[in-house]
T-cell receptor, first 114, second 114 residues
Framework: DQQVKQNSPSLSVQEGRISILNCDYT??????FLWYKKYPAEGPTFLIS?????DKNEDGRFTVFLNKSAKHLSLHIVPSQPGDSAVYFC?????????????FGKGTKLSVIP | EAQVTQNPRYLITVTGKKLTVTCSQN?????MSWYRQDPGLGLRQIYY???????DKGDVPEGYKVSRKEKRNFPLILESPSPNQTSLYFC?????????????FGPGTRLTVT
């Protein structure tokens, strides 16, 4: 059973508009949530993260929102730029005693149209 | 330059021929991990290591072995590769407790088993 779900395999957005990528998780014990961006032929690169004790974290054009009651995470990119076109993975971290496991969603391919 | 390196980047091999994919990081990170990426399945964790001589299974460990004899190196071993291990493999490392918990990924190794 998937612990992390990204239900939209792809998303197309006009340049300058807002991109909203969504992620749902099942386990309320996760304590950290992250977004990674991946270009073809490269490894994923870290984008932004949020602790389970917060509900919003902002870094430039990127904002991550966490709704713990709904077990929902979203990434907002404003304004979207063509260079943002990539696959975006959300990931959840469970870091209990003796464990440090990162679980990824299947990814959403974002295309920003000039 | 802080980085995670993997070798080889591309490998074509035959069923049953033992192989090792090396991973090295120069950031003195405690935590290292291996993932495989397959179409429609996202990134799945194979094995991870919390520190030297400490390793644990991820979500898809069957058919793989790892070792962590030194802090900087975390090789992935396929004792008897099979075609279903054809995939794109990523190594990652992280320093625990640095506040952001992001993992740094290598560039990937594309493995084909015929």
């Amino acid at each position: 059973d998937q612990q992390v779900k990204q239900n939209s395999p792809s998303l197309s957005v006009q340049e300058g508009r807002i991109s909203i990528l969504n992620c749902d998780y099942t386990n309320s014990m996760f304590d950290y949530f992250l977004w990674y961006k991946k270009y073809p032929a490269e490894g994923p690169t870290f984008l932004i993260s949020i602790s389970s004790i917060k509900d919003k974290n902002e870094d430039g054009r990127f904002t991550v929102f966490l709704n713990k009651s709904a077990k929902h995470l979203s990434l907002h990119i404003v304004p979207s730029q063509p260079g943002d076109s990539a696959v975006y993975f959300c990931a959840v971290l469970a870091s209990g005693a003796g464990s440090y496991q990162l679980t990824f969603g299947k990814g959403t391919k974002l295309s920003v149209i000039p | 330059e802080a980085q995670v390196t993997q070798n080889p980047r591309y490998l074509i091999t035959v069923t049953g021929k033992k192989l090792t994919v090396t991973c090295s990081q120069n950031m003195n990170h405690e935590y290292m991990s291996w993932y495989r990426q397959d179409p429609g399945l996202g990134l799945r964790q194979i094995y991870y290591s919390m520190n030297v001589e400490v390793t644990d299974k991820g979500d898809v460990p069957e058919g793989y072995k790892v070792s962590r004899k030194e802090k900087r190196n975390f090789p992935l071993i396929l004792e008897s590769p099979s075609p279903n291990q054809t995939s794109l493999y990523f190594c990652a490392s992280s320093s625990r407790g640095q506040g952001r918990n992001e993992q740094y990924f290598g560039p990937g190794t594309r493995l084909t088993v015929t």
